[in-house]
């Protein structure tokens, strides 16, 4: 039930930054960056055929957070690197995840990022 209760705050929180449009702020918490990516969880973990809606909305919130500082893109990039190695994501997908979701970014899960050498 809390984890039911979680996923829904997760996505209204998504939606919101989507639809309003919300600024990007400098500081960036890892553990908010991954609670929007948890409408990908179905997808990550090979239990739905493609991303969702919800999803895809999620990528592209971080994306447009990641493009907004030098500091913000290197935050996330750790975070995801950090993040690849700790769940059990199948990095297969999640390479595929921003081209599936229409976005272009030098981002993904993935625990072999090198991050400093990254671009925005």
Same mark, same amino acid.
């Given at each position: 039930?809390? =984890?039911?209760?979680?996923?829904?705050? /997760?996505?209204?929180?998504?939606?919101?930054?989507?639809?309003?449009? /919300?600024? $990007?702020?400098?500081?960036?918490?890892?553990?908010? /960056?991954?609670?929007?990516?948890?409408? *990908? +969880? &179905?997808?990550? @973990?090979?239990?739905?055929?493609? %991303? +969702?809606? &919800?999803? *895809?909305?999620?990528?592209?919130?971080?994306? !447009?957070? /990641? @493009?907004?500082? %030098?500091?913000?893109? !290197?935050?996330?990039?750790? =975070?995801?690197?950090?993040? $690849?190695? +700790?769940? %059990?994501?199948?990095?297969?997908?999640?390479?595929?995840? %921003?081209?599936?979701?229409?976005?272009?970014? +030098?981002?993904?899960?993935?625990?072999?990022?090198?991050?400093?050498?990254?671009?925005?």
């Amino acid at each position: 039930m809390k =984890c039911s209760t979680f996923r829904r705050l /997760a996505v209204a929180v998504v939606l919101a930054l989507v639809v309003g449009g /919300a600024t $990007a702020r400098a500081e960036v918490k890892c553990d908010d /960056a991954i609670s929007q990516l948890l409408p *990908c +969880s &179905a997808f990550l @973990k090979r239990t739905a055929a493609k %991303p +969702s809606a &919800a999803c *895809c909305g999620a990528v592209r919130s971080l994306d !447009k957070l /990641a @493009k907004s500082s %030098p500091e913000s893109h !290197k935050m996330l990039c750790e =975070c995801f690197k950090d993040t $690849a190695s +700790s769940f %059990p994501v199948n990095l297969v997908r999640a390479a595929k995840l %921003p081209k599936l979701c229409n976005v272009t970014t +030098s981002m993904r899960l993935d625990p072999n990022l090198h991050c400093n050498k990254l671009s925005i």
